[in-house]
């Protein structure tokens, strides 16, 4: 099933009296089934477009479907409660609250959502291995797993998307590979659509699918064979 159509996206960025145009014509078709890794040199615009396909930002031409309907047909509303409660975000740098704990921070999500359910708090931290953390601040916490929290929070309202950009980037191997797993695992087991950016060329074993971007175009789009 296609979850994630974009047909001819543009974007461009206004600066000052300068227009960037950092995605060029993007044709891609994203399947419920898949687990995408977005590779491209630092500024080919992966980040652009994970924002434009997961409704965080509009293109300025061309149209991106999510879940049937184009994102410019969507209210600010709309696609709000869309982000909220269908998708999922996971960044580099984890975004948690500091004054939180784990438990309050996932719980945030919940609240913001209108999707009270304290069941489901402790099975989301659970299932990345955090619930006996549960009570720690995020300052008490490895950077592997912070991740992992923000792992949690992205799943508690039980998305049927993840985006990720570069959720590794700021982690050592050993943790980067348990973090590859755990993604992989939400597209296997819990047959989550998972679209990741990624500038690690070995994390792609964990993908089904690489689309490489250059100069804000794709220029490659290969199926892959994950481990
Ligand atoms: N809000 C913005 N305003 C103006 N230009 C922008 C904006 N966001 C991104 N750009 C420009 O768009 C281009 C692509 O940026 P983008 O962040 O999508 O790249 P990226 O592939 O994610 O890079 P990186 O690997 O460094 O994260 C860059 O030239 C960047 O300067
Ligand atoms: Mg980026």
Same mark, same amino acid.
């Given at each position: 099933m296609d979850r994630i159509v974009g047909s001819a996206v543009v974007k461009n960025y206004e600066n000052g009296k300068v227009t960037v145009?950092?995605?060029?014509q993007v044709d891609l078709v994203i399947d419920s089934h898949d687990f995408v890794g977005i590779t491209g040199a630092s500024g080919s615009g992966k980040t652009t477009l994970l924002y434009v396909l997961s409704g965080l930002e509009r293109p300025t031409a061309g149209t991106v479907t999510l879940f049937g309907k184009a994102t410019g047909d969507y209210s600010d509303r709309e696609l709000a409660l869309l982000r909220q409660r269908k998708i999922g975000f996971i960044f580099q740098?984890?975004?948690?609250? #500091? =004054?939180?704990t784990v438990r309050e921070n996932v719980e945030l999500a919940t609240v913001l959502a209108d999707r009270r359910d304290p069941k489901r708090i402790d099975a989301v931290l659970a299932m990345v291995g955090m619930l006996d953390r549960k009570?720690?601040? #995020? =300052?008490?916490?490895s950077g592997g797993m912070q991740q992992r929290v923000a792992i949690a929070r992205a799943l508690v309202n039980d998305p049927e998307i993840i985006f990720a950009d570069e959720p590794t980037g700021n982690l050592d191997s050993v943790n980067a590979a348990d973090i590859m797993e755990i993604l992989r695992d939400l597209n296997r087991t819990h047959r989550k659509t998972v679209v990741l950016v990624t500038h690690g060329e070995e994390f792609l074993k964990y993908c089904n699918r690489n689309v490489r971007l250059a100069d804000g175009r794709v220029v490659k789009d290969v199926r892959l064979d994950a481990v």
């Amino acid at each position: 099933m296609d979850r994630i159509v974009g047909s001819a996206v543009v974007k461009n960025y206004e600066n000052g009296k300068v227009t960037v145009n950092v995605l060029k014509q993007v044709d891609l078709v994203i399947d419920s089934h898949d687990f995408v890794g977005i590779t491209g040199a630092s500024g080919s615009g992966k980040t652009t477009l994970l924002y434009v396909l997961s409704g965080l930002e509009r293109p300025t031409a061309g149209t991106v479907t999510l879940f049937g309907k184009a994102t410019g047909d969507y209210s600010d509303r709309e696609l709000a409660l869309l982000r909220q409660r269908k998708i999922g975000f996971i960044f580099q740098f984890y975004n948690l609250i #500091p =004054n939180l704990t784990v438990r309050e921070n996932v719980e945030l999500a919940t609240v913001l959502a209108d999707r009270r359910d304290p069941k489901r708090i402790d099975a989301v931290l659970a299932m990345v291995g955090m619930l006996d953390r549960k009570d720690a601040f #995020p =300052n008490e916490l490895s950077g592997g797993m912070q991740q992992r929290v923000a792992i949690a929070r992205a799943l508690v309202n039980d998305p049927e998307i993840i985006f990720a950009d570069e959720p590794t980037g700021n982690l050592d191997s050993v943790n980067a590979a348990d973090i590859m797993e755990i993604l992989r695992d939400l597209n296997r087991t819990h047959r989550k659509t998972v679209v990741l950016v990624t500038h690690g060329e070995e994390f792609l074993k964990y993908c089904n699918r690489n689309v490489r971007l250059a100069d804000g175009r794709v220029v490659k789009d290969v199926r892959l064979d994950a481990v």
